[in-house]
């Protein structure tokens, strides 16, 4: 099994940086959620360190969504997918590697900066953590 070729299918590639973006805000209220109600189960104590509080929620809920169903809640919403460049839907320990990177680049703007100029500038539209772990995001219609 192997990816679409962009210049062959470029459908599979056309709006996903516009996805992507989608996607990013409805996950983030997703994490901002999940992140009040762990609060309240806190007692609110975890608001002393809640950035690392929020980082944990928000590895953990990619790690869950992208393992079990190779898309988080914003990636289903807009119909993206996420897959290794053969085509295969990646293990849990990628889907942990991949999240785990992702916080980490938000705390240097420059990364992320760069992400968001691969996303639009590669063919298979990889930001900084797809390219160092072999993923990318195409259009759910892609071959299972």
């Known amino acids: 099994m192997s990816l679409p070729d962009p ?3 470029p459908e599979f590639y056309s709006d996903v940086p ?10 983030l209220l997703v994490t901002l959620a999940l992140t009040v109600v762990a609060l309240v189960f806190t007692l609110f104590v975890a608001t002393f360190f809640l950035p690392i509080f929020y ?4 590895i953990a809920y990619r790690t869950v969504m992208l393992s079990r169903y190779g898309a988080t809640l914003g990636m289903m919403v807009t119909a993206l997918k996420w897959r290794g460049l053969d085509g295969r839907a990646p293990d849990p320990m990628t889907a942990f590697i991949y999240s785990a990177i992702h916080a980490g680049q938000w705390t240097v703007l420059p ?3 760069a992400s ?5 500038v590669t063919p298979y539209r990889q930001g900084l953590n797809d390219h160092i ?3 990318t995001m195409l259009h759910r219609m892609s071959p299972e």
């Open 18 to 27: 516009l996805k992507r973006a989608l996607a990013w805000l409805v996950d």
């Open 116 to 120: 968001i100029v691969m996303i639009l």
């Open 111 to 113: 990364l992320q900066i």
């Open 133 to 135: 772990m072999g993923t």
């Open 55 to 58: 980082a944990m929620i928000s």
């Open 7 to 9: 210049e062959l299918q």
